[in-house]
């Protein structure tokens, strides 16, 4: 049997999900009225410099005027948003002039009182300088020529055209782009993760100032057409269809957890979830909700190593592109693959990524399964016929042929008509010998490239590609794509990437399928995040939830019952069994991938305030109101959830005399489906941080808070499952949340929602 992947090894790395054990008491300590200004600690411990933080601060007579010092090298003092004797709240500036070469610095935090003098006690944060680290995310060409790129972490809009090669600042944290036309110019649309403006740049003249139009921030898909702007967003989950000319909002639609890709499909919106693999359809005209598809048991799995297990479906994976032939009448959808649930053979979870061919009215028809890699994103060129694939952990570009992929099954099977290779410089590292690459079935060189978005030109004999990790834009001449040639003629450097060397080679092999086994750490935790629920884990064998693994550095042991008490222990344990030992991490890799895992940070909180204090009371996603700080007097009093959730990181696995520590709390131990091929042992499980619990689906360790099971497959129970595991009642008690009123629970809930 194969072994599991790294998602499902890591599926018991947090444990039990939110708030799943429960305990009295609290570790908050008494503010003195005398004693001065003490400052305790800080959390998140770990941060980004890719945005402005927010940060919380506990400590004892806490009073307003208090402006927190960060000491070397930042340098740097920021006021403080006190909101009682033993609670205030700060954000990070907007830039803290970190050495490019630096992955990440731990600072010394102190409390500077009015007149500048120092209050008691320190606290050391550290920050991961992602501001240094570019990561081009997003890449679209016009019917100029000219194509353009983004960089999420250093803000940049990139530009190349007849002028050459232009950089701009692009906003805050810039996620997603579309080129459109305009009065007879061609515009550049870019949306953002953490600012709430759509920024229109003149394509020709990209560094005149952009006209900036109020929208959604935390955009993960974006899509233009006849003046309207569509987009995805996953702070409110939703899709909203943007009025370019007037600015307004013509509709908004509730979408499922954590959308991902939208597409631009006749009539109709399609959206992506990356939180239950499934695909939504929406009407352009008013947002109506039409339909959602993922694939189910049955649905035809054409190559690749899960094609007999296709009665064994229970699901789809997260989309992570999506393309629309207006020809075929066909939705096109990259993947990890269907979602192969509890079968006869008990066969681990395997990754089989691949293309879904969809009919947009009614079903997913096939996934053609590439057996190896991790496919990324689509380029359709619809009068030729072709589907080009980037995978971004193989370092190629695939080359399908569209028609015989949406026929039938028996022409899917031979639609793949090439693999094509992307050039990296001579002089780039390597994250293993040259000789290591090409060998005994593994993948080559290439997978250095990270191809990470794809563009065509207009007249389709030129393909984009945008690759992550060494920052350059390919151009392949793809005239004769169909006879499966597609020579690179042009290869330019857009932003430099090695500054942080070792953390670079740590991503490469995050994301890279050096065995060709489909299984990486990125194809189970795309971009360290959660990802569903898979069926994994040979003891017990059942379904288990894909944890986050954002903010892991502060988190050991990993596992349970616990067994890997670094990451350095965890990489080299799991990266193998990835690669199926083909060949195994050298200790360079191993040091190298827990580095790039430990700078993993969470999410920032959009919910905190301009200097990252919580509201006073909070909208909650069922359309409920809590107040926040009477439901942080819940948390650490009456509902007893701190003993086994302490502040700041809210896990007892944050302190080393604590971690390791294994509760069951009643919480369901298994999804209901197929229950006669999962194990029924339920382990006590540790408790995971409640740190970004609010981006976090589904919950529990078994998934069962937002997901259950119907005719024989995943479908979506609730789209606020912190709620469905404050409500869930089981054989055990879970803190004392059964004792909870009304008001009080969506109090408790609304300061979650803030953490």
């Given at each position: 049997?194969?072994?599991?992947?790294?998602?499902?090894l890591?599926?018991?790395?947090?444990?039990?999900?939110a708030?799943?054990p429960?305990g009295?008491?609290?570790?908050?300590?008494?503010?003195s009225?005398?004693d001065?200004?003490e400052?305790d600690?800080?959390?998140?411990?770990?941060?980004?410099?890719?945005t402005?933080?927010?940060?919380?601060?506990?400590?004892?007579?806490?009073?307003?005027?208090?402006?927190l010092?960060?000491?070397?090298?930042?340098?740097?003092t920021?006021?403080?948003a006190?909101?009682?004797?033993?609670?205030?709240?700060?954000?990070?500036?907007?830039?803290?002039g970190?050495d490019?070469?630096?992955?990440?610095?731990?600072?010394?935090l102190?409390?500077?009182?009015?007149?500048?003098?120092p209050?008691?006690?320190?606290?050391?944060?550290?920050?991961?300088?992602?501001?240094?680290f570019?990561?081009?995310?997003a890449?679209a060409?016009?019917?100029?020529?000219?194509?353009?790129?983004i960089?999420r972490?250093?803000?940049?809009?990139?530009?190349?055209?007849p002028e050459?090669?232009?950089?701009?600042?692009?906003?805050?944290?810039?996620?997603?782009?579309?080129?459109?036309?305009e009065?007879g110019?061609?515009?550049?649309?870019v949306?953002h993760r953490?600012e709430?403006a759509?920024?229109?740049?003149?394509?020709?003249?990209p560094?005149?100032?952009p006209?900036k139009?109020p929208?959604?921030?935390?955009?993960?898909?974006?899509?233009?057409?006849?003046?309207v702007?569509?987009?995805?967003?996953r702070?409110?989950h939703?899709?909203?269809?943007?009025?370019?000319?007037?600015?307004?909002?013509?509709w908004?639609?509730p979408?499922?957890p954590?959308?991902?890709?939208?597409?631009l499909?006749g009539?109709?919106?399609?959206?992506g979830?990356?939180?239950?693999?499934?695909?939504?359809?929406f009407?352009?005209?008013?947002?109506a909700?039409?339909?959602?598809l993922?694939?189910?048991?049955?649905?035809?799995?054409?190559?690749?190593?899960?094609?007999?297990?296709?009665?064994?479906?229970?699901?789809?994976?997260?989309?992570r592109?999506?393309?629309?032939?207006?020809?075929?009448r066909?939705?096109?959808?990259?993947?990890?693959g269907?979602?192969i649930?509890?079968?006869p053979e008990?066969m681990?979870?395997?990754?089989?990524?691949?293309v879904?061919v969809?009919?947009?009215?009614?079903?997913?028809?096939?996934h053609?399964?590439?057996?190896?890699?991790?496919?990324?994103?689509?380029?359709?060129?619809?009068?030729?016929g072709l589907?080009?694939v980037?995978?971004v952990?193989?370092?190629?570009?695939?080359?399908?042929d569209?028609?015989a992929?949406?026929?039938?099954?028996?022409?899917?099977a031979h639609?793949?008509l090439?693999?094509?290779p992307?050039?990296?410089?001579?002089d780039?590292?390597?994250v293993?010998?040259?000789?290591?690459?090409?060998?005994?079935g593994?993948?080559?060189p290439e997978l250095?490239?990270g191809?990470?978005?794809?563009a065509?030109?207009?007249?389709?004999?030129?393909?984009?590609?945008?690759c992550?990790f060494?920052?350059?834009?390919?151009?392949?001449?793809?005239?004769?794509a169909?006879r499966?040639?597609?020579?690179?003629r042009?290869?330019?450097?857009l932003a430099?990437?090695l500054?942080?060397?070792?953390?670079?080679?740590?991503?490469?092999?995050?994301?890279a399928?050096?065995g060709?086994s489909?299984m990486?750490?990125?194809a189970?935790?795309?971009?360290?995040?959660?990802?569903?629920?898979?069926?994994s884990k040979?003891?017990?064998?059942r379904i288990?939830r894909s944890?986050?693994?954002?903010?892991?550095?502060d988190?050991?042991?990993?596992?349970?019952?616990?067994?890997?008490?670094?990451?350095?222990?965890?990489a080299?344990?799991?990266?193998?069994?990835?690669?199926?030992?083909?060949?195994?991490?050298?200790?360079?890799?191993?040091?190298?991938?827990?580095?790039?895992?430990?700078?993993?940070?969470?999410?920032?909180?959009?919910?905190?305030?301009?200097?990252g204090?919580?509201?006073?009371?909070?909208?909650?996603p069922d359309?409920?109101r809590?107040?926040?700080?009477?439901?942080r007097?819940l948390?650490?009093?009456?509902?007893?959830?701190?003993?086994c959730?302490?502040?700041?990181?809210?896990?007892t696995?944050?302190?080393p005399?604590?971690?390791?520590?294994?509760?069951?709390?009643?919480?369901?131990?298994?999804?209901p489906l197929?229950?006669?091929?999962?194990?029924?042992v339920?382990p006590?499980?540790?408790p995971?941080s409640?740190?970004?619990?609010?981006?976090?689906f589904?919950?529990?360790?078994?998934?069962?808070?937002?997901?259950g099971?119907?005719?024989g497959?995943?479908?979506?129970?609730?789209?606020?499952?912190?709620?469905?595991?404050?409500?869930?009642?089981g054989?055990?008690?879970?803190?004392?949340?059964?004792?909870?009123g009304?008001k009080?629970?969506?109090?408790?809930?609304?300061f979650?929602?803030?953490l």
């Amino acid at each position: 049997m194969k072994t599991a992947s790294w998602m499902a090894l890591l599926a018991l790395m947090a444990g039990c999900s939110a708030g799943e054990p429960h305990g009295a008491g609290s570790r908050q300590r008494r503010a003195s009225a005398t004693d001065g200004p003490e400052l305790d600690d800080v959390g998140p411990r770990l941060v980004s410099d890719e945005t402005r933080f927010p940060l919380s601060l506990s400590g004892r007579g806490l009073v307003q005027g208090l402006s927190l010092e960060l000491g070397p090298p930042v340098s740097r003092t920021v006021p403080l948003a006190v909101e009682d004797a033993a609670h205030a709240y700060a954000r990070l500036p907007a830039t803290l002039g970190l050495d490019d070469a630096a992955a990440s610095v731990t600072v010394e935090l102190r409390l500077r009182d009015g007149a500048g003098r120092p209050g008691r006690g320190t606290a050391r944060l550290t920050i991961v300088h992602d501001a240094g680290f570019p990561e081009l995310v997003a890449l679209a060409a016009g019917p100029s020529g000219r194509r353009y790129a983004i960089s999420r972490t250093t803000d940049e809009l990139f530009a190349v055209g007849p002028e050459g090669l232009q950089r701009v600042p692009a906003g805050d944290g810039p996620t997603a782009l579309a080129v459109f036309s305009e009065g007879g110019r061609e515009r550049v649309a870019v949306a953002h993760r953490y600012e709430p403006a759509l920024w229109i740049f003149d394509g020709e003249r990209p560094s005149e100032p952009p006209r900036k139009l109020p929208a959604p921030d935390w955009v993960t898909g974006l899509a233009v057409a006849d003046g309207v702007a569509y987009l995805a967003e996953r702070r409110h989950h939703v899709a909203v269809a943007l009025d370019l000319a007037s600015g307004k909002e013509r509709w908004r639609a509730p979408v499922e957890p954590n959308p991902g890709p939208v597409a631009l499909a006749g009539d109709a919106l399609a959206v992506g979830s990356r939180g239950t693999g499934e695909l939504e359809i929406f009407s352009l005209a008013d947002g109506a909700r039409r339909l959602a598809l993922a694939p189910g048991p049955g649905v035809s799995i054409v190559g690749g190593p899960t094609a007999r297990f296709s009665k064994d479906v229970m699901g789809g994976k997260a989309p992570r592109a999506l393309a629309w032939s207006p020809r075929l009448r066909r939705l096109f959808a990259s993947s990890v693959g269907p979602n192969i649930g509890p079968n006869p053979e008990r066969m681990e979870v395997s990754m089989n990524g691949g293309v879904a061919v969809i009919d947009p009215t009614g079903r997913v028809l096939r996934h053609l399964g590439f057996g190896a890699g991790t496919p990324e994103a689509l380029a359709l060129d619809d009068a030729r016929g072709l589907l080009y694939v980037a995978d971004v952990s193989l370092g190629l570009v695939r080359i399908v042929d569209a028609r015989a992929l949406a026929a039938s099954d028996a022409t899917a099977a031979h639609a793949l008509l090439a693999s094509v290779p992307l050039p990296i410089p001579t002089d780039f590292p390597l994250v293993r010998p040259a000789a290591d690459f090409g060998v005994h079935g593994r993948a080559g060189p290439e997978l250095h490239a990270g191809p990470r978005a794809l563009a065509l030109s207009a007249d389709g004999s030129r393909l984009s590609v945008l690759c992550r990790f060494t920052g350059r834009l390919a151009t392949l001449d793809v005239r004769e794509a169909r006879r499966g040639k597609a020579p690179v003629r042009e290869d330019i450097e857009l932003a430099p990437t090695l500054a942080e060397r070792e953390r670079r080679l740590g991503q490469i092999l995050y994301f890279a399928d050096l065995g060709r086994s489909g299984m990486s750490c990125e194809a189970c935790h795309p971009e360290g995040g959660a990802d569903g629920v898979l069926y994994s884990k040979t003891k017990p064998l059942r379904i288990y939830r894909s944890p986050s693994i954002l903010g892991a550095r502060d988190s050991a042991p990993y596992f349970n019952p616990p067994s890997s008490f670094t990451l350095e222990q965890t990489a080299r344990f799991v990266g193998n069994r990835n690669r199926y030992h083909n060949p195994d991490l050298g200790p360079d890799e191993v040091r190298r991938l827990a580095l790039y895992m430990a700078t993993l940070a969470f999410p920032p909180n959009p919910l905190r305030g301009e200097n990252g204090e919580p509201p006073a009371e909070l909208l909650l996603p069922d359309g409920r109101r809590g107040a926040v700080a009477a439901g942080r007097e819940l948390f650490f009093g009456k509902a007893a959830c701190a003993s086994c959730h302490p502040a700041p990181e809210y896990t007892t696995d944050e302190n080393p005399a604590t971690r390791g520590r294994l509760y069951d709390v009643g919480t369901p131990p298994t999804l209901p489906l197929r229950l006669e091929w999962q194990d029924r042992v339920k382990p006590d499980l540790g408790p995971p941080s409640l740190v970004g619990v609010w981006a976090e689906f589904p919950l529990l360790s078994s998934g069962t808070a937002g997901l259950g099971a119907k005719d024989g497959r995943l479908v979506s129970t609730t789209g606020f499952p912190l709620r469905a595991v404050l409500e869930h009642r089981g054989p055990l008690p879970h803190g004392n949340a059964a004792g909870l009123g009304a008001k009080e629970e969506d109090d408790l809930l609304a300061f979650l929602m803030t953490l």
